[in-house]
């Protein structure tokens, strides 16, 4: 019988201090749990001189990951660090050097998850990653066993805090979408560069790990048809919800006959939907599954401690794996490869506002547009005029159309002498 | 290397039907997972020469328990008959007899889990259950595993899925109880004797189940203070509605200082409450832990389909670690006994309404009862008096009391000679 499991942190952030602090305020719980005690042996930093909050050794500290990676003490690698590399490379290294990886990088998973699967299998060592996805809210496990009598049909998520907030903000308060990102900046929700939240790459990260779990076929990042909220003014919030809708960022992914519809995009969701009333920081997945029917999960997506809650739940099971020779099993595996659907495939609703030249026919113009292209109006409204500019606000709702006709209509109606520009354009999530 | 892994159903109703059909049509891809086929070797019913919808050579079925339980080609005895006795025994039998065990039995569990687990674990064998507990919703495994690493200091649920839709029929409609009863016998959503649900009873024992994995204290279901809503009246939810709030029967249990918090009852939720939204059939359980925060987890509670979704999880878990020959491990173990509060060790806000009759000087003795047991008014409301009995409704809140004031006061103002009756007596869950 061993006598403790040894885990080697790289990185040591908030997510790290946060996993530090935490093994070590409930050690003698966490002993009782796996039977012996679970000991950080290392932990790797850029810069090991820097003060740090985490009740670790600072002998332990040190910036030599290759000391870590070999260390026969080390029985887990948990990689805390983020980003595609060097995390890719350590964890790689790491497998083969036959330890165990606990990760949190979403990024990582999302571009090389299948291929470090298929490694962790070969070398019979577990690589898991709930931390990756939706911070404490547990969906990785739920995916990769409880779920697995379904055949999964959707995914449909609310995944990133930043832009929720900021979503929330603007439709509760008016607000504009700078002012909604400067006060979400100052209170730590949005990075000083919000790109990565802001343009919807960060949740089709997300989007692209539960996807590949979900429907065990990999859809890539590069996959996902991926639009940002920076062109949403506080307008849009207030004709949605004329209409009855709420506007949010969501991420989903859908089986449908013949492949998967994978989009990150602000979009319309009818007030009454579950997703419709997550608001602020909170994070949700709408999971639909051919047994269960729909299952939510929400709770708080990103934060230390329930970053933490997530990547010390994982080192248990590979703790308990550990101490009891348990063999790296494949409780889940791709199936297939399904192709994702372009926008010739692809049918919805669309929202449509267009800033137009405030004079006769101008209607007409547009409704021919859309009327050549096989798009048909349900609804139009005349919105504010700018007297001073000349122009006007129309927004439209479209019946259900194909998306391919509805982006040639929009293109041609950009390019009429009356249109100034087509200022927002959102689906309609049904 | 085995060759399959056995399983034998103890009762083949609309549950056990539904396992069977799902085990059948997916099994190429449940070998896939677990390495080797999973067999259906016997089903025990009460009557074998029932025509049976399920997928299921007749041979197979029988009614002799013993021959079950004995089978050496039995694995893993899957118990979804329901119902305490013979349950109790069949599960105790099989677990002495070596085999692993799934169940989908609430009652079963809530009454003799700590016991069963303890035989199981004596035994080297599983004994899963997240079929007894929210259908399709994972929250066995999320409490066992997922969220480990918490202290969780509440569990909040709307965990019947009967009552749940009597209350919104009752909230949407304006329908009065019974009417609202009858709509969900007829829809089969309430059972001809409908007791276990509308008094409350089937939660306390789903609250019992997730309370003791949460809290790792044992707590029974006759130590949970379990109120039905047969009392309620249409007029109640317009009345909590004008005050911002929704009735629900809500079961809570909570970490307090020196005990526990466990109760199931209809109280008044304000309406921007996550628990508020959740309507009709659907089930909704919300969990604090200290790193995660809030986390929600929201699906159908009860059918065939996602009860087999649930036993099957179990089912391929158990069939993994039967090829693998993993132990069983303590992955969840009871650390304490924590005391549950009595009603002079909680307070709440209150909401009463009370007929009277219609005349001076009533509300002032109402007020003397209260105020003599330190129990103070927010608000009062006269409603609509009854011409004809020359009664009139008082609804009254109440400021922050204990609980054992208020039903003192109750009590005395139920006898008050003006007083008609204490018609309803409900919390306000905050």
């Known amino acids: 019988m ?3 499991v040894g885990g080697g942190l790289i990185g040591l952030g908030v997510v790290g201090t946060g996993v530090v602090r935490v093994l070590a305020e409930r050690a003698d719980f966490f002993t009782r749990q796996v039977g012996v005690p ?26 030599d990951a ?16 983020g980003g595609e590399e060097p995390a890719h490379q350590y964890i790689r290294r790491a497998l083969e050097a036959g330890k165990h990886v606990v990760t949190a990088n979403k990024e990582l998973i999302a571009k090389h998850g299948p291929e470090l699967l298929a490694l962790a299998r070969e070398r019979g060592r577990y690589l898991l990653f709930e931390a990756s996805v939706g911070g404490g809210i547990p969906l990785i496990a739920p995916l990769r066993r409880d779920l697995l009598a379904n055949r999964i049909t959707s995914v449909r998520a609310i995944i990133n805090g930043t832009t929720n907030y900021i979503l929330t903000r603007m439709a509760q308060e008016g607000a504009d979408y700078a002012d909604a990102l400067a006060e979400a900046q100052r209170l730590g929700y949005a990075e000083p560069d919000p790109t990565n939240d802001v343009e919807g790459y960060d949740a089709a990260y997300k989007l692209a790990v539960l996807a590949t779990l979900a429907f065990r076929s990999r859809l890539a990042p590069e996959q996902i048809r991926t639009e940002g909220i920076t062109r949403l003014s506080a307008r849009d ?3 949605a919800a004329e209409l009855g809708y709420v506007i949010k960022l969501v991420a989903v992914a859908e089986r449908r006959d013949h492949g998967l519809l994978a989009r990150v995009a602000p979009v319309l ?11 602020g920081v909170y994070n949700a997945v709408q999971i639909v599954g051919d047994l269960t029917g729909m299952v939510l ?8 401690e329930p970053t933490s809650s997530a990547v010390i739940a994982d080192l248990l099971e590979i703790a308990d794996a550990v101490v009891h020779g348990i063999p790296n099993r494949t409780a889940w595996s791709l199936e297939e490869q399904l192709p994702v659907l372009g926008p010739d495939q692809i049918e919805s609703r669309y929202y449509i506002r267009v800033t137009v030249s405030d004079r006769p026919g101008v209607l007409a113009r547009l409704a021919k547009c859309l009327g050549d292209n096989d798009v048909s109006i349900a609804a139009v ?8 500019q000349q122009t006007a606000e129309l927004v439209i709702m479209t019946h259900r159309a194909r998306e391919s ?18 200022s927002t354009f959102l689906r309609v999530e049904e």
């Open 2 to 4: 061993r006598k403790a």
């Open 38 to 63: 679970i000991i950080v042996r290392r932990a790797v930093v850029r810069d090991p001189s820097k003060p740090r909050l985490a009740p670790i050794d600072p002998e332990l500290v040190t910036d």
């Open 66 to 81: 290759a000391a870590l990676l070999t260390d026969p003490e080390v029985d887990v690698v948990v990689e805390v660090m």
């Open 237 to 239: 919030f207030l004709y």
């Open 269 to 279: 969701l009818h007030r009454d939907e579950p997703l419709a009333k997550v608001d």
């Open 297 to 304: 999960f929400e709770g708080r997506g990103a934060g230390a």
């Open 381 to 388: 409204n005349q919105k504010e005029a700018n007297e001073d």
């Open 405 to 422: 006709a509805v982006l040639r209509a929009l293109a041609e109606i950009a390019e009429l002498p009356v249109v100034a520009e087509v």
